[in-house]
Each structure stands twice: as structure tokens, then as C-alpha cells.
């Protein structure tokens, strides 16, 4: 998050509280809330605003922060070719007239086993 973007964040407790403008305060708050994103600590700013009917502190935005993280649901990455199943369409095969559909492992997210061979 830049300085412009919490400035803004900033300006909206100030008004939601009726404090004055501080600019030291601006900055270690700035300090301690820059390495996350400027929709996260809006999202932060927002909830508190709403919930808290006194001046969080900077360890209560960041426990909101954290609050919020915890309950965003993140799906699991899945394959792109297979979707996740693990198989994906082979070659088409034709025996005795008729064309026979196969399926093999994904190559990108079940890589074939290497089995040793024998020392014949």
C-alpha cells in the first residue's frame, strides 16, 4: 500500500472519530500497515468503523486485518489441463473398425512413475 492510498484510509477514521489530523500518528500507522494492500486495510478501516466506538489502535487494525484473512475462503489451485481429476484425453485408438476413446495421467500433475528397468 503507498502512502496516498492510507492517507485516504486514514482521513475516514479521522472524520468516523472526530480526531484531528496528525501526522505522526498518519505515519507509524503508515508504518506498521504498509506491507499489506490498500483493499485489505480499507476493508479493515471499514469493519472497525462500524464495530468500535473508539479509536482503534494500530494492533487493532492489524487483528482485523488478520480476522479478515482468516475467514476469505481460498479455493485450491487446480491443473489447467486435467481440472484437477488427474486424467486427460489420449490418442484415439481404432481396433477392428471401431474407434476406442483413452484416457491417460496428467503429465502436469501426476507425472508418470519411473519404474527401474531390469538387467537383462
Same mark, same amino acid.
Given at each position: 500500500?503507498?502512502?496516498?492510498?492510507?492517507?485516504?484510509?486514514?482521513?475516514?477514521?479521522?472524520?468516523?472519530?472526530?480526531?484531528?489530523?496528525?501526522? *505522526?500518528?498518519?505515519?507509524?500507522?503508515? *508504518?506498521?500497515?504498509?506491507?499489506? %494492500?490498500?483493499?485489505?486495510?480499507?476493508?479493515?478501516? &471499514?469493519?472497525?468503523?462500524?464495530?468500535?466506538?473508539?479509536?482503534?489502535?494500530?494492533? &487493532?487494525?492489524? &487483528?482485523? $486485518? %488478520?480476522? $479478515?484473512?482468516? %475467514?476469505? $475462503?481460498?479455493?485450491?489451485?487446480?491443473?489447467?489441463?486435467?481440472?484437477?481429476?488427474? /486424467?486427460?484425453?489420449?490418442?484415439?485408438? *481404432?481396433? /477392428?473398425? $471401431?474407434?476406442? *476413446?483413452?484416457?491417460?495421467?496428467?503429465?502436469?500433475?501426476?507425472?508418470?512413475?519411473?519404474?527401474?528397468?531390469?538387467?537383462?
Amino acid at each position: 500500500m503507498d502512502r496516498d492510498v492510507w492517507t485516504k484510509h486514514y482521513k475516514k477514521l479521522i472524520l468516523a472519530y472526530n480526531k484531528p489530523m496528525n501526522v *505522526e500518528q498518519m505515519g507509524v500507522y503508515y *508504518e506498521a500497515l504498509h506491507t499489506y %494492500s490498500g483493499l485489505l486495510v480499507g476493508e479493515a478501516v &471499514d469493519a472497525l468503523v462500524k464495530d468500535r466506538p473508539h479509536w482503534p489502535h494500530v494492533a &487493532d487494525v492489524r &487483528d482485523k $486485518i %488478520s480476522s $479478515i484473512l482468516a %475467514s476469505k $475462503i481460498y479455493e485450491p489451485a487446480t491443473c489447467a489441463r486435467c481440472e484437477g481429476n488427474g /486424467f486427460v484425453a489420449a490418442d484415439q485408438q *481404432e481396433h /477392428f473398425g $471401431i474407434t476406442y *476413446e483413452y484416457v491417460q495421467r496428467c503429465p502436469l500433475c501426476r507425472p508418470a512413475k519411473a519404474y527401474p528397468r531390469s538387467a537383462a
